[in-house]
């Protein structure tokens, strides 16, 4: 039994090991070792376009998983008391956003917002003031964030809910009777309590708006994310600056995780 | 401002977002699978069924995912059930925590990554080359459906050791001696207790897992290579390539029926199994 869990544990960690072992061949070929490098990590850092997609994939994703903590806590905190066929809609679409595949929601939310842009643009142009450059509404970057920030913010109200389900109704009710005003409640007693659930989430959100690639492949427009840069290298062939990018993200997703689980580990103070 | 009003208020924004990002454009795919194809692709409004009566184009699509999805779910059930054993209930409690964590971590890493990992090792130069220099030849995986397979139990195996795990580590272990010292040999305290004990685990396994493959786009993408294709590759083919938005729309929403309703049967049947056990062990 015990050989047998050993195994699947190599069966896990050795593709990724064998990924982050040929990140530092010196060589370009796959299956020969010749000696220790870091050039394949210096050329990628050195390449503009995996620069520029990193940079965007690091923007999509703090602004997504920032909305998506807010809006999503928001949310948690006015459904607790939200009962009756509105919740159920609710709790409905949760649901269904959270299991609907990737790749159906980047193409429904391409089509809707292609076909939406289209009627917006002649009338926004036709509305703007002479001589002005109407704006024009287009896919990119905010369609990508809009989009991340939809899938995000149901995992978001998932996870404070769960928190919020655990904490002692007694308190607020307390906090209430002793005369604080329900802001002064939200502040001083449920907020830091469902802190660790909202940071938690933060980062999980973050992991994954950063790691996607199905519904950026449709909804990013113009513009690349490091997944999807990573994809269309693939398909050009195996190159060892693949390797360096790949474990660079992979040990970037891992500290963020550990840090997530940390958080979501510890007890509330009590 | 009443307490229901401030309520409505938080809930607000995020149930808008919820409408124009979600609700909109799955409401538009159901509209536009009723359309036409327009003579340069996208969509020309109708009403016709016509797109579901021309899936049968897209059949082999179809029947992969039906094959491999189910097969990749089995599959990665079977390798995973013995290692939630091992660390829920051999496992010194020092450890389990741990171990299950290193277990779960590659979940949350890139998917895409870690399939290019296998694009490296199924390919010509890596396991091939090495089975070579032991005098087999000509052995091709890559771009095969057993890389496939390879590719869909590596990315969801700690998906379905998570919830095994969870059923496995909340048994009361008592029962286990009590089985033993009632004389029953390992196995059959195996089969008669721990095994109908777990199913709850497996159960959501299998159901996270299988929903997640019917869906699957990157893992065929990369190790199938055009040649073992799922749904997903096929409606990134109509959408991107051919534009046709409406027969794509039909697709897709055909996708969504087929899943919702295998997880609602499969429910069911779970419901049943587990309300048939409750009887017996009441008995």
Redesign the interface.
């Given at each position: 039994?015990?050989i047998?869990?050993v195994c699947?544990?190599l069966?896990?960690?050795t593709?990724?090991a064998?990924?982050a072992l040929?990140s530092f061949n010196a060589g370009r070929?796959?299956?020969q070792l010749q000696g220790f490098s870091v050039q394949w990590y210096a050329r990628a850092f050195k390449n503009p376009f995996v620069m520029d997609a990193l940079e965007t994939s690091l923007f999509v994703a703090f602004v997504s998983a920032t909305l998506a903590s807010i809006?999503?806590t928001?949310?948690a905190?006015?459904?607790?008391?939200?009962r009756g066929p509105a919740r159920a809609v609710?709790d409905g679409?949760?649901y269904?956003?959270i299991?609907?595949?990737?790749?159906?929601?980047g193409?429904?939310?391409?089509?809707?917002?292609v076909?939406?842009f289209d009627v917006l643009n002649p009338l926004l142009a036709s509305l703007w003031f002479e001589g002005g450059q109407p704006p024009r509404l287009s896919m990119g970057i905010g369609s990508l964030i809009?989009?991340h920030?939809?899938f995000t913010?149901?995992l978001v109200?998932v996870i404070v809910r769960a928190r919020l389900a655990g904490m002692e109704k007694v308190l607020t009710e307390a906090s209430a009777d002793l005369y604080a005003t329900?802001l002064g409640t939200f502040r001083q007693v449920t907020l830091p309590l469902i802190a660790p659930a909202i940071l938690a989430g933060f980062l999980?959100s973050f992991?994954f708006s950063f790691?996607d690639?199905?519904i950026a492949?449709?909804v990013a427009g113009s513009e690349t994310t490091l997944?999807i840069y990573?994809?269309s290298s693939?398909r050009r062939g195996?190159t060892p600056e693949?390797n360096a990018i790949?474990t660079m993200?992979?040990v970037a997703?891992?500290l963020l995780?550990?840090i997530a689980?940390l958080i979501l580990r510890r007890r509330p103070r009590s | 401002m009443t307490r229901s009003e401030r309520n409505w208020l938080l809930v607000a924004p995020a149930a808008a977002w919820f409408v124009v990002m979600l609700v909109l454009p799955l409401s538009v795919i159901f509209v536009f699978s009723f359309g036409e194809r327009g003579p340069a692709g996208g969509y020309v409004p109708a009403f016709t069924l016509e797109q579901y009566a021309n899936l049968p184009a897209r059949f082999t699509a179809f029947k992969n995912t039906m094959i491999l999805a189910p097969v990749g779910t089995i599959a990665a059930m079977l390798i995973a059930y013995p290692l939630a054993y091992q660390l829920a209930v051999r496992t010194d409690p020092k450890w389990k925590t741990i171990l299950l964590v290193l277990v779960i971590v590659p979940f949350w890493t890139s998917i895409l990554i870690r399939s290019y990992a296998w694009i490296f090792i199924l390919g010509g130069r890596g396991l091939p080359a090495l089975l070579e220099m032991v005098g087999i030849e000509g052995v091709r995986l890559i771009y095969t459906p057993f890389a496939v397979l390879i590719g869909i139990i590596y990315g969801y195996l700690p998906l379905m050791v998570f919830p095994i795990y969870v059923s496995l580590d909340r048994l009361d272990k008592r029962l286990l001696e009590a089985s033993a010292d009632l004389g029953a040999k390992p196995l059959r305290t195996f089969l008669t207790v721990t095994l109908p004990l777990s199913i709850p685990g497996v159960a959501t396994g299998c159901m996270l897992v299988f929903i997640l493959l019917m869906g699957e786009f990157l893992i065929p993408a990369l190790l199938g290579g055009g040649k073992v294709f799922f749904v997903g590759n096929a409606l990134v083919d109509l959408f991107l390539q051919s534009r046709n938005w409406a027969f794509g729309s039909a697709v897709a929403f055909t996708l969504i029926v087929i899943m919702l309703v295998t997880v609602t049967v499969y429910m069911r049947v779970i419901a049943r199994l587990q309300s048939g056990r409750d009887d017996v062990s009441i008995m």
């Open positions: 039994m015990r047998y869990a699947v544990y069966f896990l960690y593709p990724i064998i990924i040929f070929h796959a299956s809006l999503g928001l949310a905190v006015g459904l607790q008391n939200i609710f679409v949760i269904i956003a299991m609907i595949p990737g790749i159906v929601i193409i429904a939310t391409l089509i809707a917002l076909t939406v809009a989009a920030t939809m913010m149901a109200i329900p999980l992991t790691d690639f199905i492949f449709f997944p990573v994809f693939i195996v693949i790949g993200v992979m997703s891992l995780l550990i689980q | -």
